[in-house]
């Protein structure tokens, strides 16, 4: 997705997808299941598709279909009923629009970072009712390493025409947190998301408990000369 030519000087902030901005599970487990069904397998339930998500789409593959599970026909077909799937605007967190509007408003230069396939992404993101706040999204294609490479932040880092120094990653589980760590951004978990562990010990510099409170966070760090990118503080919102 292309960066929007309109944007301000202000910093750029990178969200995570799935168990950051939506609740993409229950949408996964249809998926998912419509594969079992196809197969007489056993159905999956959304508990145990929260713990797959973060990992990608191939783990979900072989957690619903276990063994006899074929890595590249199935992949291949998840994502085809993934993309004709429409996304159910309740499933975003509770804040969502309104903080990216903010967000927006403030001058602030946005970025979607996923492992989901980047065209699925642009869909779901529109169909989600939050294209419109979004300058780019980066997301899995063919020959990008998928994080905890910080290949997908450096892309849209780009787009954003942004560095490092002016830039915020916000996420949700282990992975985000070492991508962070990886492309040398400050890093925001939200702490309700789908951590692989405990959320506690997740390094990371702020801690954010709900949306509403994410403006004025990101202020703060970009204001605080003191949190350079990479730091690990513990600064936490509710």
């Known amino acids: 997705m292309p960066p929007n030519p309109n944007r301000k000087s202000t910093g750029a902030i990178l969200f995570d997808l799935d168990g950051t901005l939506v609740d993409s599970a229950p949408a996964m487990t249809r998926g ?6 196809r197969r007489g397998a056993p159905p999956v339930d959304v508990a145990a598709v929260r713990r797959w998500v973060s990992l990608g789409g191939d783990a979900m593959v072989r957690g619903a279909l276990g063994a006899a599970a074929d890595p590249l026909r199935d992949l291949d077909e998840f994502r085809d009923i993934l993309r004709g799937q429409t996304a159910d605007r309740g499933d975003l967190y509770p804040g969502v629009p309104a903080m990216l509007a903010t967000l927006k408003q403030e001058g ?3 970025a979607v970072c996923t492992n989901k396939r980047e065209d699925i992404a642009v869909r779901y993101a529109a169909g989600l009712g939050i294209a419109a706040h979004i300058d780019a999204i980066v997301g899995g294609a063919p020959g990008r390493n998928l994080k905890p490479d910080p290949m997908l932040a450096h892309i849209a880092l780009e787009l954003l025409s942004a560095g490092t120094y002016e830039a915020i990653f916000v996420g949700d589980s282990e992975i985000d947190a070492e991508t962070a760590i990886a492309a040398g951004l400050r890093f925001v978990l939200v702490t309700f998301g789908y951590p692989h562990g405990d959320v506690a010990v997740i390094p990371a510099d702020a801690r954010l408990d709900e949306f ?11 204001a605080d000369e003191r949190t350079p990118a990479g730091g690990r503080g513990t600064r936490m919102n509710s």
Do not use: G, K, Q, W
Request: glycine residues 0%; charged residues 25%; negative net charge.
């Open 108 to 110: 602030y230069r946005i």
């Open 212 to 222: 509403d409170a994410l403006p004025s966070l990101v202020a703060e760090i970009f």
């Open 32 to 37: 998912l299941n419509e594969m079992t069904r």
